[in-house]
């Protein structure tokens, strides 16, 4: 089992920044990737982000739009997020995941899953 504890979200005003962190149970170099998610109330879960630990190739959702990076800090084995020019649509549960699977990292059905941390922007 791999265990993934998000921390980092919170309450700010729209353009302001956030880093969120993903605390990994085991090396995030034994998965094959790692991504961030999110969901608001009422929609459906969306991809912000994903990793793959090999490449070190970055992809990320069409909304970010250059507002955020997806990196790893390999000595504290976490996973970041850091999102600036944060708006109102940005306000979602943010989840960390990963998966050990190739042919998963694409899609949105990752293995493995945190808790959650909420982001809030406000206008």
């Known amino acids: 089992q791999v265990q993934l504890v998000e921390s980092g979200g919170g309450s700010v005003q729209a353009g302001g920044s956030l880093r969120l962190s993903c605390k990994v149970s085991v090396n995030i170099g034994g998965t094959a990737c790692m991504g961030w998610f999110r969901q608001a109330p009422g929609k459906e879960r969306e991809k912000v982000a994903h990793f793959y630990t090999a490449s070190r190739e970055r992809h990320y959702g069409d909304f970010v739009k250059g507002r955020f990076t997806i990196s790893q800090d390999i000595a504290e084995n976490t996973l970041s997020l850091q999102m600036d020019s944060l708006n109102p649509d940005d306000t979602a549960m943010y989840y960390c995941?990963?998966?050990?699977?190739?042919?998963?990292?694409?899609?949105?059905?990752?293995?493995?899953w945190g808790q959650g941390t909420p982001v809030t922007v406000s206008s």
């Open positions: 995941a990963a998966d050990l699977r190739l042919k998963y990292c694409s899609g949105e059905t990752y293995m493995y």
